[in-house]
T-cell receptor
Framework: EPEVTQTPSHQVTQMGQEVILRCVPI?????FYWYRQILGQKVEFLVS????????KSEIFDDQFSVERPDGSNFTLKIRSTKLEDSAMYFC????????????FGPGTRLTVL | AQTVTQSQPEMSVQEAETVTLSCTYD???????LFWYKQPPSRQMILVIR??????QNATENRFSVDFQKAAKSFSLKISDSQLGDAAMYFC??????????FGTGTRLQVFP
């Protein structure tokens, strides 16, 4: 069964460093998303992406964040200068079409900022 | 803005028994979708069940069913014949017209043998 994959599973970085989180959505999916979950809290929407551009972004998704689909298969989330409060689980999700199709989630990347 | 509320931080159930997890939401949209996701200790998000708001019939997936009350903006998850593998965090989610998922704070379900 096709699935969303994410790498790395765990990333440790120093405050102020740039990180890139990678996702490979399911191959025929057209809509892509990033969510984050701070430990013990709820899952929060960051950004949605369709047709090579951002469809919607949340207040969390400030200028430190960017997304890209560099090669037609990967979908990346870049954090330019990480802060301690960026430590969280980051989930990538993808969806096939408009209408009632579910968002399939990847296993997540745990980001730890020291 | 839409909000999702799960008022039960923790629930417990005996194996083989039935448990109901509550969820309420607030929206001014008339057409939307609702989901329950399961998050086991691995933290993977797994879809349990979904409901289209325009459908009056409650969704059912094997041992999982929902009680969808549109007027009351309530979307409860019922788990029948609970199994040890059902132990997890359960999140109720609302899919807005702009397509993003809005999650509740979750309910941690414990299953006792």
């Amino acid at each position: 069964e096709p699935e969303v994959t994410q790498t790395p599973s765990h990333q440790v970085t120093q405050m102020g460093q740039e990180v890139i989180l990678r996702c490979v959505p399911i191959s025929n999916h057209l809509y892509f998303y990033w969510y984050r979950q701070i430990l013990g809290q709820k899952v929060e929407f960051l950004v949605s992406f369709y047709n090579n551009e951002i469809s919607e972004k949340s207040e969390i998704f400030d200028d430190q964040f960017s997304v890209e689909r560099p090669d037609g298969s990967n979908f990346t989330l870049k954090i330019r200068s990480t802060k301690l409060e960026d430590s969280a689980m980051y989930f990538c999700a993808s969806r096939e079409l408009a209408g009632l199709t579910e968002q399939f989630f990847g296993p997540g990347t745990r980001l730890t900022v020291l | 803005a839409q909000t999702v509320t799960q008022s039960q931080p923790e629930m417990s159930v005996q194996e083989a028994e039935t448990v109901t997890l509550s969820c309420t939401y607030d929206t001014s949209e008339s057409d939307y979708y609702l989901f329950w996701y399961k998050q086991p200790p691995s933290r993977q998000m797994i879809l349990v069940i979904r409901q289209e708001a325009y459908k009056q019939q409650n969704a059912t997936e094997n041992r999982f069913s929902v009680d969808f009350q549109k007027a009351a903006k309530s979307f409860s998850l019922k788990i029948s014949d609970s199994q040890l593998g059902d132990a997890a965090m359960y999140f109720c989610a609302y899919r807005s017209a702009t397509d993003k998922l809005i999650f509740g704070t979750g309910t941690r379900l414990q299953v006792f043998p």
